[in-house]
């Protein structure tokens, strides 16, 4: 003879709620002052567009900290999230609950001070 084992499954964890949680990596390399790239044609382009995107960006990221600071909500203010695909994007990451963390590479070389001082102020 044999023997007849029935088993019922276990249930590890059970799940009481659920968060859903995004993350959007971001790369903005390229922003770089156009005259000291010396870019011309299409990587010309590209760096007008990203710095006009950043442009965009800090704009956004202004009024919805404008916004938080008078106690308002990012429901209640007009934010131009449109202004750009980056922001349009990033639309659902930047108002409410979100946390953001913005790595920023810099350089230590006297010749990329100017460049560094701006990251860091925008950082």
């Not at 299409?42 to 008078?70: D, F, Y």
Request: hydrophobic content about 40%; aromatic content about 4%.
């Amino acid at each position: 003879g044999g023997f007849l084992v029935a088993q019922r499954p276990r249930r590890l964890f059970e799940v009481v709620g659920s968060r859903v949680s995004r993350v959007n990596l971001v790369d903005l390399a390229g922003n770089e002052r156009v005259w000291k790239s010396e870019a011309s044609g299409e990587r010309l382009k590209e760096a007008q567009a990203i710095n006009m995107s950043l442009s965009a960006l800090c704009k956004t990221i202004r009024v919805l900290s404008k916004a938080g600071q008078q106690g308002q909500d990012s429901g209640s203010v007009f934010v131009a999230y449109r202004e750009s695909n980056l922001t349009r994007l990033l639309r659902n990451s930047l108002g409410g609950t979100a946390k953001i963390i913005l790595l920023a590479a810099v350089s230590p070389a006297g010749r990329n001070s100017s460049e560094t001082l701006d990251t860091l102020r925008y950082a």
